[in-house]
C-alpha cells in the first residue's frame, strides 16, 4: 500500500478522478465539514465535493455553510434543493450535542437542542444527527452516566422516528471513546433508531485489539462511519476495511480530515483514489 500511495500522489487530479470512475465499491465515500469544508458556503461545498468525487456530506455546525437552527423555513428549502440539484447527498448534521451533564438543566438543553437539530435536519433533506456521549464525570459512578446517555438517546430516538432521522451516537469523549462503554451506552438505550458512528480512535486498539473491539458495536452500525485520512498515522485502515466488507456494512465512510492542505480540493481528489483502492484491495482479499 506504501508505494501505491506514492504513486498516487504524482498523478493529476484529473488522473485521479479518471481513476475513480473506473472503480465501484459497496462503501461509499464521503466528507465530514471539519477541517476541510469549515470554510465553504453550500454552492462551493457542493462543487468542490462534485469535482473531487464525494458523494455525501456531513454538515458539522457552526461552520461556514450556515445550516442552523435559525434558519426559516424558506431557507431550509433552499438547502434541500440545492443538494437535490446535485451529485452530492446531504447525509444529515454533525452536532456537539451530548448527554454526561451533571446539572439536570444542562442536560435538559441538550436534548432540546438535539430535537432542534434533528427537525431541521428534516426540513434540509437529510437522514440524521450525529451526537456524543462525551464523558463520564467521576463525581457520579459510570454506570450512572451511562444510564443517563441511554435514557436521553432513547429519547431522542423516539422523536428522530417521527422525522425519518437516525441518531448517531460518534464514539468520542474522555472515558466514551472505549468500545465497551460504547456497547453499555446503546444498550441502556435499546431504541432501534439510534446507531453508532464509528470514529477511528486508538481505544479501538485496545487489548483485545481491533477486530474484537469492532464486533462489540458492530450490530448498531448505522449509516456513517468516520476516519481521518488514509495516508496519515498508524490506524490500521485496511483491517478496518477488511472488517466492514466481512460484514457486508454498505454505508457511507466520511472523511473528518485533521491535516491542512495548500489545495483542500485536490486533497479530497487524492482521499477519494486512496479510498476507493483501499476498498477495491479488501474486497478481493475478503
Not at 58 to 67: I, Q
Not at 181 to 208: F, G, K, Q, T
Amino acid at each position: 500500500m506504501r508505494s501505491s500511495r506514492r504513486q498516487f500522489f504524482k498523478l493529476s487530479l484529473g488522473e485521479l478522478l479518471t481513476s475513480i470512475t473506473r472503480r465501484e465499491s459497496s462503501l461509499k465515500f464521503g466528507l465530514v465539514t471539519y477541517l476541510w469544508g469549515r470554510d465553504w458556503d453550500i454552492p462551493t461545498l457542493i462543487r468542490n465535493c462534485q469535482v473531487a468525487g464525494v458523494g455525501g456530506v456531513e454538515l458539522r455546525t457552526e461552520h461556514a455553510h450556515g445550516v442552523e437552527v435559525h434558519l426559516q423555513s424558506a431557507e431550509r428549502a433552499a438547502v434541500s434543493a440545492q443538494f437535490a440539484d446535485s451529485d452530492v447527498s446531504l447525509l444529515g448534521l454533525g452536532t456537539n450535542w451530548a448527554f454526561h451533564h451533571l446539572e439536570p438543566a444542562q442536560l435538559a438543553h441538550a436534548i432540546t437542542g438535539a430535537k432542534a437539530s434533528i427537525v431541521l435536519s428534516h426540513d434540509v433533506g437529510g437522514s440524521g444527527v450525529k451526537v456524543k456521549p462525551d464523558a463520564l464525570p467521576s463525581e457520579v459512578q459510570e454506570e450512572q452516566t451511562i444510564t443517563q446517555i441511554g435514557r436521553a438517546l432513547r429519547i431522542l430516538g423516539q422523536f428522530g422516528e417521527d422525522y425519518g432521522q437516525e441518531i448517531r451516537l460518534e464514539v468520542h469523549g474522555q472515558g466514551t471513546d472505549r468500545l465497551p462503554v460504547v456497547r453499555r451506552i446503546m444498550e441502556a438505550a435499546d431504541h432501534r433508531n439510534v446507531s453508532v458512528c464509528w470514529n477511528c480512535n486508538e481505544a479501538d486498539l485496545n487489548e483485545p485489539r481491533l477486530a474484537h473491539n469492532f464486533e462489540l458495536v458492530r450490530e448498531y452500525f448505522g449509516q456513517t462511519v468516520h476516519i481521518r485520512e488514509l495516508d496519515v498515522g498508524t490506524y490500521p485502515y485496511r483491517h478496518l476495511f477488511e472488517l466492514l466488507q466481512a460484514s457486508e456494512y454498505a454505508g457511507w465512510i466520511l472523511l473528518e480530515a485533521r491535516t491542512d492542505p495548500d489545495d483542500r480540493v485536490a486533497a479530497l481528489g487524492h482521499q477519494r483514489v486512496l479510498f476507493d483502492s483501499l476498498a477495491e484491495l479488501t474486497k478481493k482479499s475478503g
